[in-house]
């Protein structure tokens, strides 16, 4: 992939701010998330966010 050099740098300088999950889209448990995200190229970057309550992360 001729992002991972970006990505990685990104991980590195974001961290503790960002977490950043990787998946392979040959496996078939990530091919099943893949397709619930309507994931159609690789690479594909989703930005998701999550709320914080006191019950944890959401």
């Known amino acids: 992939m001729a992002l ?6 990104l991980e590195t300088s ?3 701010k960002l977490s950043l999950i990787k998946i392979n889209v040959k ?3 990530a091919l099943i998330l893949a397709n619930q995200l ?7 970057f989703f930005f ?3 709320a914080v309550t006191s019950s944890g992360v959401v």
Request: aromatic fraction near 0%; glycine fraction near 4%; hydrophobic fraction near 30%.
């Open 4 to 9: 991972e050099p970006v990505v990685n740098r």
């Open 48 to 50: 998701l966010t999550a």
């Open 14 to 16: 974001m961290s503790g």
């Open 27 to 29: 496996d078939h448990v």
């Open 38 to 44: 309507q994931h159609e190229v690789t690479p594909t």
